[in-house]
């Protein structure tokens, strides 16, 4: 088995993820960091998130990294085999650095909060409820091709990742991607809204790139135990000094999440286990790289049950 570790990006979050992580014992030392960083105690400010406050930029990437935290904490040491390499979709590169044991729990959270703020802050139509951001499926016939393509340039729309088999993430101030969807011509048929309330990884966000990396430098870091795969390159990471070039890069630059599949591939990968929330991650890889199996860990009940599917693979 050759292990991969997969951290997902914002859109995934659900009301309940976080229930199990705020009464379990052995999470307690986690819940107390978070509640330190947030200044409140973390269950409260969880319990009070309604279905529009759930996806606000901040709550959205804290709450992705804690659950993601958890699940690490407790799948890591049941491991069978070491995992050879972390990749993490937006967001959670950020979190795989964790991951490879590059940065600690309370820095790696100070980092998502610092994000997410940056992020907010120097993206001047942040709006909440309003979605940044649209999947888009690349199996079209090639006049459809044609016209999206033209109904890009012409709403000045950007790529903010390209995924596996053409598909990809569009990002951009609310209301040009309203004027663009709402342009007959532009035969956009099979697009989905996400609920991500910033346009990242595009150049709106422009500013927030020499913060952050000034953020990230600052923070205490040692080389990762494992590689960590560049989102804005598919490059493998191996030094602490790349991550803070890499993580406020990609704040601003396209995801070529196609290419990091493509360098999971080259490295023999056939087992890959995505921390969540959600299974999108894992279905790409396993769609991408023919006889790899890929699972996230929402669809297990328990984690013995995880490790009795990893144990089956070794």
């Known amino acids: 088995m ?5 951290c997902s990006g914002q859109a995934g979050q659900h009301s309940t993820m976080l229930n199990d992580m705020l009464l379990a014992p052995d999470c307690l030392e986690l819940r107390e960091i978070a509640s330190d960083i947030l200044k409140q105690d973390v269950a409260t400010w969880w319990h009070e998130l309604n279905a529009v406050t759930l996806f606000e930029n901040t709550n959205a990437q804290f709450s992705i990294a804690l659950y993601q935290i958890a699940k690490w904490q407790r799948l890591s040491p049941m491991l069978p085999v070491t995992p050879i390499v ?27 909060r610092a994000r997410a703020q940056l992020m907010n802050d120097h993206f001047e139509n942040h709006q909440l409820g309003e979605s940044c951001m649209a999947l888009c499926r690349g199996r079209i016939s090639p006049t459809q091709r044609a016209a999206r393509d033209s109904a890009l340039e012409e709403y000045a729309v950007p790529v903010a990742i390209y995924r596996p088999d053409g598909d990809f993430v ?11 969807m709402g342009d007959a011509k532009a035969s956009f048929t099979e697009i989905k809204r996400l609920p ?6 595009t150049r709106w966000l422009k500013g927030a790139v020499e913060p952050f990396f000034n953020i990230v430098s600052a923070v205490n870091r040692i080389d990762p135990l ?32 196609n290419w990091c599949v493509e360098t999971l591939a ?20 396993q769609s991408s790289i023919h006889g790899s199996v890929a699972r996230s860990t929402d669809e297990f009940t328990d984690l013995s049950q995880m490790h ?6 070794t």
């Not at 569009?170 to 663009?180: D, E, H, K, S, V």
């Not at 991500?196 to 990884?201: D, L």
């Not at 009795?308 to 693979?313: E, I, P, T």
């Open 226 to 257: 494992v590689p960590i795969i560049s989102g804005t390159d598919g490059s493998l990471q191996r030094q602490r000094s790349d991550a803070a070039i890499s993580l406020s890069r990609q704040l601003a630059e396209p995801i070529r999440w």
């Open 2 to 6: 050759r292990l991969a570790i997969l």
């Open 196 to 201: 991500v309330e910033v346009p990242s990884h």
């Open 308 to 313: 009795k599917w990893l144990v089956s693979h």
């Open 86 to 112: 972390v990749a993490g979709y937006s967001l959670g590169e950020l979190i795989g650095w964790h991951v490879a044991g590059a940065i600690d729990v309370k820095d790696t959270l100070c980092l998502v």
């Open 266 to 285: 080259s490295m023999a990968v056939d087992v890959a286990i995505e921390l969540g929330p959600g299974n999108d991650l894992s279905r790409q890889f």
């Open 170 to 180: 569009l990002g951009a101030p609310a209301r040009l991607l309203n004027n663009l």
